[in-house]
């Protein structure tokens, strides 16, 4: 049953980026993009990083990141 999960779930991800219609890597260099961006400002770890395009019925894209830092970095302001 688990493995049946896990293929469909596969089978999903190959489907939503075929409509995304996105390079197999794009994902990969918004992640890298996304991650090098937060670094400016919090210590991170890009393996405690996720992101994930999707596809809605009404055909725009639901953009999802979730990242894990382990402090603030030291910013100057600058107005």
Do not use: H, W
């Not at 996105?22 to 937060?38: G, H, I, M, Q, W």
């Not at 670094?39 to 991170?44: E, I, L, P, S, V």
């Amino acid at each position: 049953m688990r493995r049946r999960k896990e293929a469909l779930k596969r089978l999903q991800s190959v489907l939503m980026y075929d409509k995304i219609q996105a390079p197999s890597n794009f994902c990969e260099l918004v992640k890298r993009d996304l991650y090098t961006a937060l670094n400016d400002y919090f210590d991170m770890s890009e393996k405690g990083m996720d992101f994930s395009i999707e596809l809605s019925r009404d055909g725009k894209y639901i953009i999802t990141v979730s990242a894990k830092a382990t402090r603030l970095k030291n910013v100057p302001m600058i107005f």
